[in-house]
């Protein structure tokens, strides 16, 4: 049978794919946010859930993944689901035969009741859900975007703040190609009052096209070219790496990958006492381990933990299941 076709500003996600957070309104996204917070509280608590008892999800990794991989995949199993996990599908599945995308997402739906995808083509998630019977969630198509990685990013500011709208943030890397960067932004574009700083390489900014749709969507976005130029006043910076597959010519990649660099220096002079430092991982270079100390950087605490109960809320809602 056909996926339910759901109009987004119910809040109903069940057998609803997560492709693109243009599907998401606010009400999204706090829904969202109450489930995970239960989550949080039934891990944190150690308490046991068959919530997911007789599903199975999918896990189709055609990119290298740690944290999206490993939290969805503890995600589903806290809640007492199971998964078939195939990671580089491009050498340990029929795809090394030729077999097309359709043909593969059509013979895993056979097995189970979700597939989640990361991929290193823009669109092959649509694609997925096209071919797809049951739901699909985005977990990363390419250079397009990485929808529950905005969802755990929002979740983290919502929690220090505890409010999306009037929030100045500064966004440093991989503006081009960074598909968290796409999402997050997408994100906080629901939202009235945000201010973005955004610090890129001249080969890494974000497009001309992207700037426009991002400011008609109601952001404001103001261009920097150093670090002395990031405001005291920021509520978080949001730094990500230069992404060395996204290169052709390499010594264009070893020119930029470490242009902006966070220290315990940097910290000191232009960051405010209650900001937050986010990454979305991997780091390669651009925050000095030192960094990790500061109680003000999240990346490998509040993060990380995120993911997980942002997961187990997403796909807890898709199968339609509720605590």
């Given amino acids: 049978m056909p996926k339910t076709q759901t109009k987004t500003n119910t809040a109903t996600f069940e057998r609803r794919d997560i492709l693109s957070f243009d599907q998401f309104t606010p009400n999204d996204l706090f829904h969202i946010f109450t489930t995970a917070k239960e989550m949080a509280y039934q891990v944190k608590k150690k308490v046991p859930s068959d919530l997911?008892?007789?599903t199975i999800t999918t896990l189709l990794f055609y990119e290298p993944s740690s944290r999206t991989f490993a939290s969805f995949n503890a995600a589903i199993k806290r809640l007492g689901g199971q998964t078939i996990d195939i990671q580089n599908p491009g050498q340990t599945s029929s795809v090394a035969k030729g077999e097309t995308l359709a043909d593969t997402i059509r013979t895993f739906e056979a097995y189970s009741d979700l597939i989640i995808m990361r991929h290193p083509i823009k669109?092959?998630?649509?694609?997925a859900a096209n071919a797809a019977s049951i739901p699909v969630i985005n977990a990363g198509d390419g250079i397009g975007e990485h929808p529950t990685q905005a969802l755990l990013d929002l979740y983290t500011l919502y929690e220090k703040f505890?409010?999306?709208?009037h929030l100045t943030g500064v966004l440093v890397g991989d503006l081009l190609n960074g598909r968290t960067i796409h999402s997050l932004l997408r994100g906080l574009s629901l939202f009235e009052g945000n201010e973005i700083y955004l610090l890129a390489p001249q080969i890494l900014k974000l497009s001309p096209q992207d700037k426009q749709d991002f400011r008609k969507r109601g952001l404001k976005l103001i261009e920097i070219t150093n670090d002395k130029?990031?405001?005291k006043t920021a509520n978080f910076w949001y730094w990500t790496r230069v992404q060395k597959e996204r290169f052709t010519n390499l010594s264009d990649y070893e020119r930029v990958k470490t242009a902006f660099t966070v220290t315990p220096e940097l910290m000191k002079s232009r960051a405010g006492?209650?900001?937050?430092l986010m990454h979305p991982l991997p780091r390669v270079g651009e925050i000095a381990k030192a960094v990790d100390?500061?109680?003000?950087?999240?990346y490998l605490r509040a993060q990380i933990r995120n993911g997980m109960f942002i997961?187990?809320?997403?796909?807890s809602?898709?199968?339609g299941k509720k605590l």
């Fill in 311 to 315: 997961r187990m809320a997403v796909v």
């Fill in 162 to 165: 505890g409010r999306l709208n």
């Fill in 123 to 127: 669109g092959a998630a649509k694609e």
């Fill in 229 to 231: 130029e990031i405001p």
């Fill in 317 to 319: 809602l898709i199968l």
């Fill in 293 to 298: 100390k500061d109680p003000r950087a999240v």
């Fill in 273 to 276: 006492k209650d900001m937050i």
């Fill in 52 to 54: 997911l008892r007789g």
